[in-house]
C-alpha cells in the first residue's frame, strides 16, 4: 500500500513539473500569427486584416507590450490553398513563443488545419470562418468574432424573402467547405419560409467565364441570383457576365463581394444596385470606431469591412494573452482559458463580445450592403427573426 502511494506521489509531482515545464517566461518573448490568404484572389482583405491587426499590435507595444515585453506579429501565407493552411499551421504550432494566431479567415483553410491547432494548444480566433463544424469538433481552441453559416443562412433567406421579395431563387456555389455549407443552409432556410423553387448548381473558383452555367440561370429566369464565391474577383466577373447575358434577376453576392476595387471597380457598372451580405457591421458608423478608422486610413488606405473585426480579434487575443501572462510565465492553455472568459468585451464593432462554450459569438447579426455608386451602402441588419 505505502509503496502504492509513493507511486502515486511522485506520478503527481512529474506531471506537476511538466506542466510547470510547459509554461515560458514572458521575458523569453511573445509572438503572434496571423494566418490568411495574403497572396491571390483573396489578397485584398486579407492584407486588410494582416494590418487592421498589426494596428492593434502596435498600439499594444506603444502602451509597453506585455509584461514589458514586445509583441512580435507574424504573417503566415496559406495563399487560399488548403495544404499552405497546414504548413502555417505547423510553422505556427512549432513554435515555442507562439501564444494565439488571428485566423484562418476562410472555412475550408480553418477546416484544414483546425485539427494542428487544437493537438497543439494554440487558440486562433477567426475574424470571417463560417462554418459551424469548426466549433463542433470539441476542440476548445477555436473562437470567432463573426456568426456561423448557419445563422448566415437563415438570415440570407430571411433578407431574400422579405427584402428582395423573391419566390425563385437561382444559387451557384464554389464547392468549398464555406460555399458549399453556406449553400446548404440557405436552401434549407428558404425551404422552411415555404419558398421551393430553387436551381443549385456549382461555380470554379478562378475560372475566368461562367458564361455556360449563367446561361442556365437564364433560362431558369429566377428572381434572384445568389452568386456564392470565396472572392471578389470571381464576384465581379459574375456580376458582369449575367449583365451581358441579360439575366434579368437581383444580383445577390456573398461576404467576400464587399471589396470596392476587386468588385464595385472590376464590374465595370454591373454591379450598380447589387446586394451583398457580411459579417460586419458598416464601420463608419460607429462612434466607437472612429479612432481606428482614422489611424487605419492615415496608414493603409480605405477600409472595406474585413479590417474591423481583425482589430478587434487581435485585441482580444492580446488581452486574453496579457491575462495569463499576469504571474511572469505563459502557456498556451492559459491564454484558451483566458479567451473563453472573455464576457462582454467593448471595442468598436458596436456590440459587446462573449463566447459560448463552443467559441461561437454570442448574439451575432449578418449586415446586408447595396452597391451604390462606389461605395455599399448598409440597408438591413438581421439576427434571424
Known amino acids: 500500500m505505502m509503496k502504492k502511494c509513493i507511486v502515486l506521489l511522485f506520478t503527481v509531482l512529474f506531471l506537476s513539473m511538466g506542466q510547470t515545464c510547459l509554461a515560458n517566461g514572458v521575458a523569453e518573448g511573445i509572438h503572434v500569427g496571423n494566418a490568411g490568404s495574403f497572396t491571390g484572389d483573396a489578397a485584398a482583405p486579407c492584407m486588410e486584416i494582416y494590418n487592421s491587426s498589426q494596428l492593434a499590435v502596435d498600439e499594444w507595444n506603444a502602451r509597453g507590450g506585455i509584461q514589458g515585453v ?194 464595385i471597380e472590376a464590374s465595370e457598372g454591373a454591379a450598380q444596385g447589387a446586394y451583398v451580405y457580411h459579417f460586419s457591421p458598416d464601420i463608419y458608423s460607429i462612434d466607437e470606431a472612429g479612432e481606428y478608422v482614422k489611424k487605419y486610413e492615415a496608414k493603409y488606405g480605405k477600409l472595406s469591412g474585413f479590417g474591423p473585426p481583425a482589430y478587434e480579434a487581435m ?21 484558451i482559458f483566458q479567451l473563453a472568459a472573455i464576457k462582454a468585451y467593448k471595442g468598436i464593432l458596436g456590440f ?14 449578418t449586415y446586408f450592403f447595396k452597391v451604390n455608386g462606389a461605395d455599399f451602402e448598409q440597408v438591413a441588419v438581421l439576427t434571424g427573426k
Open 70 to 263: 514586445q509583441i512580435e506579429h507574424i504573417m503566415g501565407d496559406d495563399a487560399l490553398d488548403p495544404a499552405q493552411g497546414i504548413h502555417v499551421a505547423r510553422k505556427f504550432t512549432s513554435d515555442p513563443l507562439m501564444y494565439g494566431v488571428v485566423g484562418p479567415p476562410v472555412s475550408h483553410i480553418a477546416q484544414a488545419s483546425l485539427k494542428i491547432y487544437g493537438q497543439n494548444d494554440l487558440a486562433c480566433i477567426t475574424t470571417a470562418a463560417s462554418k459551424p463544424e469548426l466549433t463542433e469538433s470539441g476542440y476548445k481552441h477555436f473562437f470567432r468574432v463573426n456568426a456561423r453559416n448557419d445563422a448566415h443562412g437563415l438570415n440570407c433567406a430571411l433578407f431574400i424573402k422579405r427584402n428582395l421579395k423573391a419566390r425563385k431563387i437561382a444559387i451557384l456555389n464554389e464547392k468549398v467547405a464555406y460555399c458549399e455549407n453556406l449553400a446548404k443552409q440557405t436552401i434549407k432556410s428558404l425551404n422552411g419560409l415555404g419558398i421551393t423553387e430553387i436551381m443549385n448548381d456549382t461555380i470554379v473558383a478562378g475560372a475566368k467565364d461562367y458564361s455556360a452555367v449563367l446561361t442556365k440561370v437564364k433560362a431558369y429566369k429566377p428572381d434572384v441570383l445568389f452568386f456564392i464565391a470565396t472572392a471578389a474577383p470571381d464576384q465581379a466577373i459574375g456580376v458582369r457576365q449575367a449583365k451581358e447575358l441579360g439575366i434579368d434577376a437581383i444580383f445577390f453576392g456573398t461576404e467576400g463581394a464587399r471589396d470596392k476595387k476587386d468588385f
Open 315 to 335: 485585441n482580444i487575443l492580446l488581452t486574453a494573452i496579457d491575462l495569463a501572462a499576469k504571474d511572469g510565465k505563459i502557456d498556451r492553455e492559459e491564454v
Open 352 to 365: 459587446p463580445i462573449s463566447f459560448d462554450e463552443k467559441g461561437d459569438l454570442l448574439g451575432s447579426a
